[in-house]
């Protein structure tokens, strides 16, 4: 007689616990399939944005506090910059990949193969990235110097680095869990987890650098310790029910099918930051025959450039589950709306942001160092990265509409122009001719000749009949 109470208690509390999740789930598609275009894509990136720029202030966060210890440490953290870019490229590859599968399956209201989505992805993400980090650690020093460092910043790029590497398996989980909430259309739930992660870094940054003057090493403890609260916080988002798909942390069956699509889904965003990985050792070398000022001076260029890209990527961040749900419940119309949108605003923002650089780059640069050597060239980069900006919506939207709808090759096609067919020729060509200020405007150059290609290849798409369907 016990256990029948026992049971009919929990039924209906398991019961009800459903049902919630269902109400949830039909809201949700209600809002995604019915709500205005402009205000969705809005409403969703205002938190993608902040969750993208939190995330990018992990590495430039360290960067102004190992500022202060001089030239060699901010080329160490320019140089584990690259590490953390292929991080990145295995923790996006199935963060993307899961979040464009779910965004369509919650189109389709098929709830329980999202889940299954997500846990599969999130299973194979830790594991890989466990393996990724234990060959990282075991072979760390000559790791280190394929990045790029110099014979004196190989020791500072080592005490930050090898905290860095540790975390693989947590950033790769957290990237997963990040972007399976933005599909589903509660990014702010991932930007608890991002906002606390963050915090925590720029705190024990000032605690262990300023007050216990651990060094550079403080900086390489503070960001773990941050990438490791926001796992924690966005596994408790889905493991209380505050998301609309659960998280199944055991008592699931790993499928191959299912990882192996994630993983297909996911290939034009490990191609995306792959390249970016790719092409920043391939930075680091060239301003490696320059010394540790060039090495210090794109550093401190890129990571502030990288906040502005952070504020477009996440922009396009909002704009992908609307194109991807949309897309999945085959109202095309509102895919074409959201694309239109998304491209002619961000090319806006991004022009008075671009102009506004332009003219800031003396003050910005000068938040970081006052040397002059490497002032000259970050002012240089910078303003050439502000020139290029209203340039790059076209790539970013594209690509992210083509990979959102699951049209895969042309998503690893737009995906490879920024840092891949233009910039790897480039970073020979340039260098060669301009020498340091080569290196300065390369990026920015293939940024451009990206821009002009996507706009290209997507206006013949249109008129080929290709309208984001089929």
């Not at 920015?444 to 984001?468: E, M």
Request: hydrophobic share 50%; proline share 3%.
């Amino acid at each position: 007689m016990k256990k029948k109470k026992l049971f009919t208690r929990v039924r209906p509390l398991r019961t009800g616990l459903e049902n919630s999740t269902k109400d949830k789930a039909h809201d949700n598609h209600v809002k995604m399939t019915e709500g205005q275009v402009p205000f969705l894509i809005l409403s969703l990136s205002a938190s993608t944005i902040f969750t993208m720029l939190i995330a990018t202030t992990y590495n430039l966060v360290d960067t102004y506090f190992v500022s202060s210890l001089g030239k060699s440490q901010i080329g160490a953290v320019g140089v584990m910059f690259s590490a953390m870019a292929l991080i990145q490229a295995v923790g996006y590859t199935f963060g993307m990949g899961a979040a464009s599968l779910i965004s369509r399956y919650l189109g389709k209201e098929k709830r329980e193969n999202a889940e299954q989505t997500l846990a599969c992805a999130f299973a194979a993400a830790l594991v890989t990235g466990t393996i990724i980090g234990i060959f990282g650690l075991i072979y760390i020093k000559p790791l280190i110097g394929i990045l790029g460092a110099t014979d004196t910043i190989k020791e500072y790029a080592y005490s930050y680095g090898a905290f860095v590497i540790a975390g693989t398996p947590v950033m790769c989980g957290a990237y997963v869990l990040n972007n399976s909430l933005r599909a589903e259309g509660k990014p702010y739930l991932a930007l608890l987890g991002i906002f606390a992660g963050g915090a925590l870094n720029a705190l024990l940054d000032f605690i262990l650098i300023k007050v216990f003057s651990i060094g550079i090493m403080g900086a390489g403890i503070a960001t773990l310790a941050g990438q490791s609260l926001s796992l924690i916080i966005m596994i408790i988002c889905f493991r209380t029910h505050k998301s609309v798909v659960k998280l199944k942390l055991w008592g699931f069956r790993p499928d191959l099918k299912v990882i192996f699509g994630v993983i297909r889904t996911g290939i034009p965003s490990f191609w995306r930051q792959g390249l970016m990985c790719l092409a920043g050792v391939l930075l680091n070398r060239s301003c490696r025959m320059y010394g540790d000022d060039v090495v210090a001076a794109m550093s401190i260029a890129n990571k502030i450039f990288a906040v502005i890209f952070a504020i477009l990527v996440g922009y396009g961040q909002g704009f992908a589950p609307v194109a991807g749900y949309n897309y999945g419940a085959k109202l095309y119309g509102r895919v074409r709306t959201a694309i239109k949108t998304s491209v002619i605003t961000a090319t806006i923002a991004m022009l008075i942001i671009g102009t506004a650089i332009y003219y800031l780059s003396p003050s910005l640069i000068g938040l970081f160092t006052d040397d002059a050597q490497v002032s000259s060239v970050s002012i240089l980069a910078l303003k050439a990265h502000a020139i290029s900006l209203p340039f790059m919506p076209v790539c970013i939207m594209v690509g992210m509409l083509y990979q959102a709808v699951g049209r895969i090759g042309k998503a690893a096609f737009i995906s490879s122009l920024r840092q891949g067919i233009f910039f790897l020729p480039l970073i020979y060509i340039l260098p060669a001719i301009y020498h340091a200020t080569g290196i300065a405007i390369t990026q920015a150059a293939a940024d451009i000749l990206a821009g002009l290609t996507a706009l290209a290849t997507f206006a013949t798409g249109i008129r080929h009949g290709d309208r984001s369907r089929g």
